[in-house]
C-alpha cells in the first residue's frame, strides 16, 4: 500500500469482519476515511496490480477458508457521516449502517427507513444490491449515488439511471459505492419509532435473531408464489446442518453457524439445499450470498 494517509491492517481474518464467522484472511485491509481517500486506494491499488475487493458489515458474505489474495476496502469503520439538510434529503456515507441511519431518520422526524431498519448492513453494501425488507427496497427513497471507478473518478449518478431489481442495481459506471443522497417523508418520531418496533419484533419473531447468519441465504425465486424458505423446508432442508453450518430451524433460509462452522461446510450445506430444492420442487434457488475466495463445489 502506496497511501500512506490511509488507515492498513495486513493478514486480516475476515471472519472477525462478516456476521457469519467464518472466512480466512485478507492479504491487506484498508479504512478509508473519506470519499477522496477511496480513490487513492483504488488508484494505489490499481497502479500496483492489486485487486481491490469492498466490505462494508460483512452481513451478505461468504469468505473462502483460504481467504482472499486483495486488498479489502472497509467502509464501516470510518465512512460514516450522515447529513440532514432542510428539504427532507439526507446525505449519506457507504459505511453507515442501515439501523443506525433509521434511527437518526426517526429523530428527526422522517419517515421512509422503517422497513430496512432491522438488515445489519451498510449502505453502501445495500445499494450494491437493493437491499430490501417488507415489500419495500433501498432504490426507492435514493435520489443519488455516488461511486468511484476504477480509474479513480468520482462520479455522481442519478438514481432515474440506475437499474434498480429484486436484489440487484446496474449503475451505468462501475464503481465503489461512497456516499448517497436519500429523500424522505416528513412524519412523527413516535410513528416512526412504533413502526420500526413492530417491524422488527416480527423479524425476530420470525428469524433466528442475534444468531451467527449471513441473513438470508438464497434469493426469492421470480417464478411462483413460495418463497426460498418455504421451497426448503417443503424439501425437508430445514435444520439440515454439515459441520457446525445450519439451515434455522426457525427460518429455513436462513443459514446458522452453531460454533466453528467452515467456509466449506458452508458451502457444501449451500449446495445440498440447491439439489434438494432442483429435485423435490423443481426450481433453482440462486445464492443471495456474496462468495469470496475459491471454493471446491
Known amino acids: 500500500m502506496v497511501v500512506r494517509s490511509v488507515e492498513v491492517s495486513f493478514h486480516v481474518k475476515l471472519r472477525e469482519y462478516t456476521t457469519i464467522g467464518i472466512g480466512g484472511a485478507a492479504d491487506r485491509m484498508a479504512f478509508p ?158 410513528t416512526v419509532f412504533e413502526q420500526m418496533r413492530q417491524m422488527n419484533e416480527r423479524r425476530r419473531s420470525r428469524q433466528p435473531w442475534g444468531e451467527r447468519t449471513f441473513g438470508s441465504t438464497f434469493r426469492n425465486p421470480r417464478e411462483g408464489k413460495e418463497k426460498a424458505a418455504q421451497l426448503l423446508e417443503r424439501a425437508g432442508m430445514k435444520g439440515e446442518r454439515e459441520g457446525d453450518a445450519c439451515f434455522s430451524v426457525k427460518h429455513a433460509n436462513f443459514l446458522v453457524n452453531q460454533g466453528c462452522a467452515t467456509a466449506a461446510d458452508v458451502r457444501r450445506l449451500m449446495s445440498r439445499g440447491q439439489s434438494a430444492v432442483r429435485v423435490s420442487c423443481g426450481v433453482l434457488l440462486v445464492p443471495e450470498v456474496k462468495m469470496w475466495g475459491e471454493f471446491d463445489v
Not at 417488507?134 to 468511484?148: D, H, L, N, T
Open 33 to 190: 476515511r473519506s470519499p477522496a481517500q477511496v480513490r487513492e486506494v483504488v488508484l494505489a491499488e490499481g497502479a500496483a496490480g492489486r485487486e481491490v475487493r469492498v466490505l462494508g458489515a460483512g452481513s451478505n458474505l461468504l469468505v473462502a477458508d483460504g481467504g482472499v489474495s486483495a486488498t479489502v476496502l472497509c467502509t464501516r469503520k470510518h465512512l460514516s457521516k450522515v447529513v440532514f439538510l432542510s428539504d427532507e434529503t439526507v446525505v449519506v456515507e457507504a459505511g453507515v449502517m442501515l439501523p443506525r441511519l433509521a434511527v437518526l431518520c426517526a429523530l428527526s422526524g422522517l419517515s421512509g427507513m422503517e422497513p430496512l431498519s432491522g438488515i445489519p448492513g451498510t449502505v453502501g453494501g445495500a445499494l450494491s444490491m437493493n437491499a430490501g425488507a417488507y415489500g419495500q427496497s433501498i432504490g426507492e427513497r435514493v435520489e443519488w449515488v455516488e461511486v468511484v471507478d476504477p480509474g479513480g473518478e468520482i462520479h455522481r449518478i442519478e438514481a432515474r439511471a440506475i437499474r434498480f431489481g429484486y436484489r440487484e442495481a446496474e449503475y451505468p459506471v462501475r464503481g465503489i459505492v461512497v456516499r448517497a443522497g436519500f429523500r424522505f417523508v416528513p412524519g412523527t418520531r413516535e
